[in-house]
């Protein structure tokens, strides 16, 4: 049985070979490192804040700027789940972790689309609340000269229980969506994170905070939702009714009313087939659209994600490559 805080799963078996002196090993080193391909960052071990919830699973490393998608799989993924699972108090909690792992700057699939690269675990060996503030100062001092956000990236800051804004922001610009009208604030120097400002209205990003309310005034002081931004992201993206579902995670989007998009095994497989004319059962409140590649089927009963708990209008089944994959949606406009 495996222990939920410190627990050490199968090693990559290492190669002997024979001993070198500290100047030929450094030789090697430099000319493996030259040998890598663009992209490709040297494998070891990492350490670094975690995050793991509902269509998120992020590594913030101690040393490092970034924020990478972690990916994970089989065996190894259960240990690591019900150890967060175990330690975490609230949802997207950040827990310290070491592990052993290969980075690299290309997309692990549609979930990471959003992040600055990926890392693909090979051993957990440690997940902790201990060293979570030590490993926040590190990041702050490494983040002292960084740069303005690479990539649009879209964010859900909830203010209050009853104050929430919709961003989403760039290198240049940031669009800041509230039922109260909607701003482009433009990017503006920053000695930290980002700042972005109209003049009149202010906001600065740092990772997954953020600080807004009108400028020379006091600011607001909010934490970014990972949940509702994905599904925000879909809505600006142009999806017209997102749906998900777990074990293994997928969602389902359908686009300008055009397409449908499907995206399974934790963003490893994807498809996406023309929409085509609904097929509507008024007496089993069920629409279908049959593509041949995909049959989706939405039936009008409220519906619960077996997850994150979180309540939906409408009950869904995909139907592709031989396999049902059901789970919850809902209409985005």
């Not at 592990?99 to 290309?106: A, I, M, Y």
Request: glycine share 8%; aromatic share 6%; net charge negative.
């Amino acid at each position: 049985m495996i222990r939920p805080i410190w627990f050490t799963l199968a090693l990559v078996t290492a190669s002997v070979r024979p001993r070198l002196s500290l100047q030929a090993e450094s030789l090697v080193l430099l000319a493996l490192l030259l040998l890598l391909p663009a992209g490709a960052v040297w494998s070891g071990e990492m350490r670094g804040l975690l995050v793991m919830g509902h269509e998120a699973r992020s590594l913030q490393p101690c040393d490092d700027d970034r924020t990478l998608w972690v990916s994970v799989r089989g065996e190894l993924l259960q240990q690591l789940t019900a150890a967060v699972r175990q330690l975490a108090t609230h949802p997207y909690e950040e827990l310290y972790v070491e592990l052993d792992g290969e980075l690299g700057t290309e997309e692990a699939g549609e979930f990471a689309k959003e992040y600055d690269g990926s890392v693909e675990v090979r051993d957990v060996r440690l997940v902790s609340k201990e060293a979570v503030d030590a490993c926040r100062r590190e990041r702050r001092m490494v983040r002292s000269g960084a740069a303005p956000i690479a990539a649009p990236k879209t964010y859900v800051f909830i203010c209050s229980d009853s104050l929430a804004y919709t961003v989403r922001a760039s290198e240049v610009e940031a669009w800041l969506f509230h039922p109260a009208g909607t701003r482009r604030l433009a990017a503006t120097p920053a000695e930290r994170g980002a700042r972005y400002s109209d003049g009149i209205f202010e906001l600065r990003i740092e990772n997954e905070l953020a600080q807004l309310g009108e400028s020379g005034g006091s600011l607001l002081s909010c934490r970014n939702d990972p949940r509702r931004a994905v599904w925000e992201r879909a809505k600006l993206d142009g999806a017209d009714f997102r749906a998900v579902g777990n074990e293994p995670g997928w969602n389902l989007e359908i686009l300008a009313g055009t397409r449908i998009r499907l995206v399974a095994d934790y963003g490893a497989s994807r498809a996406e087939v023309p929409l085509p004319e609904p097929t509507i059962d008024h007496e089993a409140r069920r629409t279908r659209w049959d593509a041949g590649e995909i049959i989706l089927d939405v039936i009008g009963r409220p519906c619960r994600d077996s997850m994150s708990g979180e309540s939906f209008e409408t009950e869904v089944n995909v139907h592709w490559q031989g396999r049902t994959l059901r789970g919850c949606g809902r209409a985005l406009h």
